[in-house]
């Protein structure tokens, strides 16, 4: 006799817990009018999307001073500034 297991598949995207497109995803976290926590393991584009989010703001407006980013380690935060001014 063999039982049968049900496996979750959890979405690649979600908003609010429920999956959405890639396309979706990425307008609703680099929107700078909304706060984002974005949970993803290491190499999965958390640096850019921080990075998408601060460029966005200020395209939109804001001023450097008004933008804070958090990271864990120097080495983060330096690439993020690297980022930042190449791509500005």
């Known amino acids: 006799m063999t039982k049968s297991h049900s496996s979750t598949v959890q ?19 680099c929107d700078p009018a909304r706060s984002v926590a974005v949970e993803a393991c290491a190499g999965a584009g958390k640096t850019w999307m921080l990075v998408s ?3 966005r703001a200020l395209l939109d407006g804001c001023a ?17 500034r690297q980022r930042l ?3 500005l």
Not at 64 to 80: S, Y
């Open 64 to 80: 450097p001073h008004e933008i804070l980013a958090i990271t864990f380690t120097k080495k983060a935060a330096g690439e993020m």
């Open 85 to 87: 001014q190449e791509w």
């Open 11 to 29: 979405a690649a995207y979600e908003h609010n817990g429920r999956p959405v497109s890639r396309e979706a995803f990425y307008a609703i976290a």
């Open 53 to 55: 989010r601060m460029l």
